[in-house]
């Protein structure tokens, strides 16, 4: 007979989900009511106002998709891609990869623009690519690559897809609470995120929003969109604003309470307040990592604070160090993927991760393990080399 | 500034979500982990193993979608209906006309087969289209109609398909814990679920289950699925048993959390009991209600017995009621939905809402109200009916 399922109680420094942290989970656990409710659709008013603040958009369309990120980005090319479209794809990573699966899917042509994986996208290939098609409908980019922590310059790809007349698809799964994105000001079109890594949330929703020139896209395509379920002219049905809400889809209510919780907290914090606090954190924790001589996968000035990439240690089994982190720690660090597997961890520093004891124990834990593994590592300084980045305020 | 959401408590007594057990609200609120740790994965087969339980069936593709219950019907035509495929759909409410939209945004041919709302299936009319279709690949029906109440004969649809060498579609959202389901025994190829119904859990999941038959058409196809996220080929690699969990998507870890519990009570209750327990509770309202004079839309023989969809009594304004019995009483019955609007209303006795407390709860508050406005009904007698039941045990 199965029994009821007791979690451990982990430290979550992987790529996410990140540590929820208590209120989140406390709000989660509320009383459920109907997705109907007066009530409820209040809530869901206040959801879209907090998400145009945490995306830094007026965008009327900002609302959470009620599945989890990777229904967030099919919500963005199944209904910006229409069969035939080209879509320029710049891809560093393997969240590129599977935005060219979504353009193929939706019947469109994917051009894809490779940079290397640890590497921010390379304007001046986009812009090549941008002047060899000039029949491409969509620039389709990550902002904040889970796969390396490498971050992108969404201004810089919005100012070449707007010469040249394209919207802009931005990943920003990552980045959303955790590092400066600012859609309006940037210009981006389609923007589609998670909620289980810079907002402490728990996993299963993806915020999105979608400019009024995305909209115009939306309304008048000459094709259905193939998803039901994903098709933004059924959903802004029930998300729109002061309107009979129609009933499309039952929402995840209580996912909602949580995510309204954890926006309330961003919005306490203050957005450029928890920017700070992510680069504060991830400076102490790469002084650390670097006294220890583990080193960072992507160049400094294209780094993300909320995910470190770093290089396992000559001869270290990644398996075997992620494994003792997880018995002996109760501590998750995130694998690599794709090309990267087996030779980088993803230390992730986000939402209620992204704080001092999370930094101190994580170095802790892994100078223990890879001291007793006696990797190539300097023991004894990691700590003291946190601390002084903590001290300095 | 927003605050925190504090829900009201409310009593659920529509077409769901239904009244969420406290176990299971806890449950969910337990500390999130990664969706690769070992300690989730041991979970996830556990909560394949309660789910082929609860849809009495070995097939070893038996998950829970990570999306509400729309995804779940969308997982089923996106992965099995391939485009040119001609699809053979009963509709007998709201939701057969969905299934219709997803055979269609899937290149399919939808063929209808229209029978009354509030009624069941008719094989009749069924094995007619299956003789002038027989390029036909699919049979497509409701199992429990939630927009009516109506309950179809599974086994007949299947027995019928099967002559014709259709595969066989079910929708079992409302039925799934609640009134009985065999898929092995009656045949289908793929059924989709949701949580927030007889199993008294969130909403946000849909339990699907997959035939062999189902999956060797879904391998062979020569077409990708439409979907990424929805795309079974992927999805079965994270899912599958024993074998190295392939990252797909981040899972909804929590809501995860909480299914498991919610069917693990499902086992401690059993089954049988389970779908005995719905059916007395609906005989105490039916006594309740038909003393009032409130008349049901189901002919008894093809009921639900945990969705009642009743007819408004003349004169009496819809919204007006189930306004006051939200406002006065914290007690949410549902609306008609499509043809029905405005005419029934739909009382849900699913999951944790099926117990004594609610069902003479709902029909005195529903007395009160209907009394106030003075609706032709029989005062006065509900209450004794519905105890009666409960008294001869």
Request: with cysteine.
């Amino acid at each position: 007979m199965v029994q009821s399922f007791n979690p451990p109680v982990r430290t979550l420094m992987g790529p996410g989900p990140s540590d929820v942290h208590p209120r989140i989970l406390e709000a989660l656990s509320r009383p459920t009511i109907g997705h109907l409710d007066p009530m409820f659709v209040g809530m869901m008013d206040e959801v879209k106002k907090l998400l145009q603040y945490a995306f830094q958009t007026d965008n009327e369309l900002t609302i959470p998709v009620s599945a989890p990120g990777s229904a967030g980005m099919e919500t963005c090319f199944a209904n910006l891609v229409e069969p035939g479209d080209k879509v320029i794809v710049c891809q560093n990573g393997v969240f590129g990869g599977r935005m060219k699966e979504n353009v193929e899917r939706a019947g469109g042509t994917a051009v894809m623009v490779q940079d290397p994986w640890g590497r921010a996208v390379d304007l001046a290939k986009l812009e090549q690519a941008l002047d060899q098609n000039p029949d491409a409908k969509i620039v389709a980019f990550v902002h904040a690559e889970t796969s390396t922590g490498a971050q992108s310059d969404a201004k810089g790809v919005w100012e070449l897809a707007h010469k040249h007349d394209c919207l802009v698809i931005a990943d920003c799964v990552t980045s959303l609470g955790g590092t400066p994105i600012r859609v309006d000001e940037w210009g981006l079109d389609a923007v589609y995120s998670g909620t289980q890594k810079c907002l402490s949330c728990v996993p299963g929703l993806s915020p999105v929003t979608f400019s009024e020139r995305a909209i115009d896209k939306i309304k008048n395509r000459k094709t259905k969109v193939q998803s039901w379920f994903l098709d933004l002219n059924l959903v802004m049905g029930y998300w729109g604003e002061g309107a009979k809400r129609a009933y499309h889809h039952t929402a995840p209510v209580n996912a909602l309470y949580a995510l309204h919780e954890s926006l309330v907290m961003l919005r306490e914090e203050g957005l450029e307040n928890a920017w700070k606090r992510h680069a504060h954190h991830h400076q102490a924790l790469k002084a650390g990592l670097e006294a220890m001589g583990i080193g960072f996968v992507v160049p400094e000035a294209e780094r993300l604070p909320q995910l470190n990439a770093v290089s396992i240690p000559e001869g270290v089994d990644d398996a075997v160090v992620r494994g003792r982190l997880l018995n002996e720690f109760n501590l998750e660090i995130g694998a690599g993927l794709g090309d990267l597997a087996g030779k980088v961890w993803r230390i992730g520093l986000m939402g209620h991760s992204a704080r001092a004891e999370n930094v101190i124990f994580c170095l802790s834990a892994l100078e223990a393990v890879l001291g007793d593994l006696k990797a190539p590592i300097r023991t004894g300084v990691a700590l003291a080399a946190a601390q002084s980045v903590y001290s300095a305020g």
